[in-house]
């Protein structure tokens, strides 16, 4: 290898992968790339891939949530929450969270005398300025750190840059299962913003959690733009770790994939309903073994419905029923599997 | 998570193996199909799963899984 391939000394951090998140960029969107009237008993994942909302106490805001193209120079998308129906008063709280396993994260060294600092970084664009929260909660050990930035200008990308120290209590598991959050909040009644904020980790206290926040929520008027997230090992804030879409793709469906499966065409005697299966395998073993639901019939011909029979973190059995006594058979549909922390 | 409905899916084809690599007999229990934002849902008997999990405090708050069909 040549000299000049080689990385110099102050580069050598950059090299491999470095951030935490999955999708910081935005890229990938298997659900949807928009869903409207998310807010009270919509907690979980509904556009962007490994991007989940969070809700408590029967809030009635509303939003749109999407992928927008909105974006900072060098970044193709961003993610959008624009507000729908205002709650000019807080009640409980709403933020965008990610969740990690805990096997992803032992360089963190939680819990030891060496814990290792982390460093958030993310382009953010409001419409609304003011106060923002973002926490870290480890689920394995009930604790948490929270942060604050600053939207400075209305309607203008920023780009933030967090440090958290390292927590020497607190042990993460080792393991397939969610270890910690990242929450990004967005709005906060005072059950959450009454205490004082919690800027070394501690254990959870929710009146710590979110002291400050704005309430995005307010008026219909309001969005809040996020892209090039960036969660990494150390005090320094390093360009943002750009993959290409399969790569992020691949990572995504660890968690979820939504897959065409197909069965035929055969020609089949001495029907009806004779089951006819074929197994697949996904494109990357999944955290664990997924749900599955079904999304939409694409076609099918002397069939009269599919089920998937088994599954497992690698893949799955997909039946067919015949529904003639004797014909061609074929069917196609979308499958969607979900193994999500 | 809004579950609307639970109900166990047997094993109605050949024996097979899970990935805790014990035996699932014919007629035994390997599912739970949920009926979740109007779609349903085939959850895996499986901890890790966030969806069983789901369901195992649906039941802990006094609701019941269907037997299977």
């Known amino acids: ?12 951090q950059y090299a491999g992968a470095r951030n935490l998140i999955i999708n910081g960029a935005m890229q990938v969107a298997q659900r949807s790339t928009s869903a409207t009237g998310i807010g009270n008993s919509d907690g979980g994942y509904h556009a962007l891939d490994r991007w989940a909302f969070r809700e408590t106490n029967t809030p009635s805001f509303e939003f749109t949530w999407s992928q927008s193209t909105d974006a900072p120079d060098g970044f193709g998308y961003s993610m959008k929450v624009d507000v729908t129906t ?8 709403g933020y965008i969270q990610q969740r990690f396993e805990g096997q992803n994260l032992q360089q ?3 819990g030891t005398s060496n814990a290792e600092n982390v460093t958030l970084s993310f382009w953010v664009k409001s419409s609304k300025t003011g106060t923002y929260i973002v926490e870290i909660r480890d689920s394995d050990n009930s604790r948490h750190i929270s942060k604050s930035y600053s939207v400075s200008s209305s309607n203008t990308w920023e780009h933030k840059t967090i440090t958290f120290d390292g927590d020497t209590s607190g042990v993460l598991d080792n393991d397939n299962a969610e270890s910690l959050r990242l929450n990004f909040w967005l709005v906060a009644d005072t059950t959450f913003t009454s ?8 254990s959870i206290t929710n009146s710590n959690r979110a002291v400050g926040q704005t309430n995005l929520m307010d008026d219909t008027a309001n969005d809040w733009y996020i892209t090039g997230v960036q969660l ?7 360009p943002f770790e750009h993959r290409i879409y399969a790569d992020e793709l691949r990572r995504c469906q ?37 749900s599955s639901t079904h999304i939409q019939n694409i076609n099918a ?8 029979t088994f599954v497992d973190f690698d893949g799955a059995s997909y039946q067919v029923n015949m529904s003639v006594v004797s014909g061609t058979v074929s069917r196609r549909d979308i499958y969607a599997f979900d193994a999500e922390l | 998570m809004n579950i609307q409905s639970a109900q166990y899916v047997k094993n109605q084809e050949t024996q097979v193996i899970n990935n805790e690599n ?16 109007g779609k349903t849902t085939r959850v895996p008997l499986d901890t890790a799963n966030r969806h069983y999990a789901a369901i195992l405090e649906w039941v802990a708050d006094g609701n019941t899984i269907q037997d299977a069909d």
């Not at chain 1, 205002?86 to 709280?93: K, L, M, R």
């Not at chain 1, 990494?232 to 390093?238: D, K, L, N």
């Not at chain 1, 499966?261 to 494109?283: D, Q, R, V, W």
């Not at chain 1, 011909?301 to 998937?308: G, L, P, R, T």
Request: charged share 15%; glycine share 8%; aromatic share 10%.
């Open chain 1, 108 to 110: 963190l060294k939680k």
């Open chain 1, 86 to 93: 205002a709650e000019v008063t807080p009640v409980g709280y």
């Open chain 1, 254 to 290: 660890r968690y979820y994939g939504r897959y065409y499966l197909h069965k035929g065409n055969e020609y089949m005697t001495h029907g009806a309903n004779i089951s006819l299966s074929s197994n697949f395998s996904f494109p990357v073993t999944m955290r664990a073994t997924p």
């Open chain 1, 301 to 308: 011909s002397n069939c009269n419905s599919s089920s998937i």
């Open chain 2, 22 to 37: 014990t035996y699932v007999n014919v007629g035994d229990n390997v599912a739970v199909d949920i009926v979740l934002d």
């Open chain 1, 232 to 238: 990494e090992v150390g005090e320094t804030a390093t």
């Open chain 1, 195 to 202: 205490g004082t904020l919690a800027t070394s980790w501690a």
């Open chain 1, 1 to 12: 290898m040549a000299l000049s391939k080689i990385l110099p000394a102050s580069q050598e």
